[in-house]
Structure formats: structure tokens, C-alpha cells
């Protein structure tokens, strides 16, 4: 017999803004609303069935952009999946469903897909831990033509306690992004490297190296490869 299911509701906001400078992206200013229902269910003390929705509006600032594109829309992601937990340091999630965006303007057709994602967490051993995951989602464009980016990404991070104040981590990322109505497809590649100091619970100190490239499949738009260095400092209170 399952446990009792537990159920949960989140709202969440996001406001997009872009500076100006040299180039108008004032039509790229826009707001997210976001509200996501969960449910899950216990079927056995390691495997747990869940449902969710991810409802979502987006807003621009603009009713038409600079191209004359109305961009508003509204849509939702459902899936239903299965959390196993084979251990007490593993834990995989499998998911899929349907995925839908419709946008105000009659020229951009709506976007809907199946959709599906997988997510692994390990630790092998107390000092690393180990994450996995490929997802899908649907991000903003002002591309001309284009009502959207439908984005599948793969990412790993790994992180190991060099000492018990020091953290390192290395991270990769593969994605591609299809324009949708454009024909245009990018790929995104990244790999990153940091050393995080945990000099007390209220002030970390970070030093990290990125490298980021990206190729497309249109004439005109620009690659490029970028290699990026930080050092940063993060206090918390």
C-alpha cells in the first residue's frame, strides 16, 4: 500500500532587463511569472512516483518588438516521473510528458513537444559528490522569425573537499538550441573549473576559469570561443 501523497504549490518571479549601450535591447526586457503544483506518492521505502506542472506567463515590456513581433506567451510543462533511490548516496529521476508555449502573435506557431529529462546525484564517497542531468526548457529570443529556443541541455558537476574549508568543482555542459519557426540551431559547449574558500560561514572567496564556445548553423550569426577568469567574494548574512 503507498504512503500518503504530499503536495506542493511554488510561485516564483523573474524580471529580465538589458542595458542599452550601443545596441537597442530595450525590446529584450520582459517578466517571468512561474507556478508550479507537485505531487508525490511513496510506492516502497526506495522508489517514488511524482507528477508536476510548471505553469508559466511571460511579459514584455513592449506589445511589439523592434522586428514587429508581438512576444507574450503563455504555457506549461507536465510530466510525470519515478524517483529511485538505490542507496543512501544515489539517487536517479527519470521524467516525461508535454510541453507547451503559445504565443500572442498569430505568425509564430505553438510550440508543442514531448518533452523528457534524467537526473542522477551520487556521492562515491564523504568528500565527492557527483550530478548528472539532462533537461529541457523553453528560453526567450529576440531572433527575428523565431517565436522561441527550445533548449536541451546535458550537464555534469563534480565536487570534491580538498579540505574541510576548501571545495572544488568542475563542471560541463553540452546544449543545443533550436530556434523554433527559424531553422537556425546552435550549439553551446562550456567547461569550467573553481576553488571555492569557506573562510567562515558568512564570507567565501572563489577563483574559477570557464571556457565557452558556440556554433551555428546560420549564415551570419557569429561564433565564438571565450575563456573567462573570476575571482569573486560572496558575503553571507
Known sequence: MSAPASRRANWT????????????NDDRDHWVGELEFVERTRLTPRFERFARSRINARLYDTAVDDQ???RDSYGHATVAGLTWRPTGLTTL????????QVYADPRFDALFVPTAGLRIVTSPSQLTS?????DQSVRETTTPAA???????LTAQLDHELQRDLLARLQ?????????GSGRRDEDVA????????????????LSLRHARLESNRAGVRSFRRNQFEFSLEVRY
Open 147 to 153: 517565436s522561441g529556443r527550445l533548449v536541451t541541455a
Open 68 to 70: 514587429g513581433y508581438a
Open 172 to 180: 560541463l555542459r553540452y546544449a543545443v538550441d533550436d530556434y523554433r
Open 93 to 100: 529521476e527519470g521524467y516525461s510528458g508535454l510541453r507547451q
Open 13 to 24: 518571479t523573474k524580471t529580465s532587463r538589458r542595458a542599452g549601450g550601443t545596441l537597442n
Open 191 to 206: 567547461a569550467g573549473v573553481s576553488l571555492t574558500y569557506f573562510a567562515s560561514r558568512h564570507l567565501h572567496a572563489r
Open 130 to 134: 557527483l550530478r548528472l542531468a539532462l
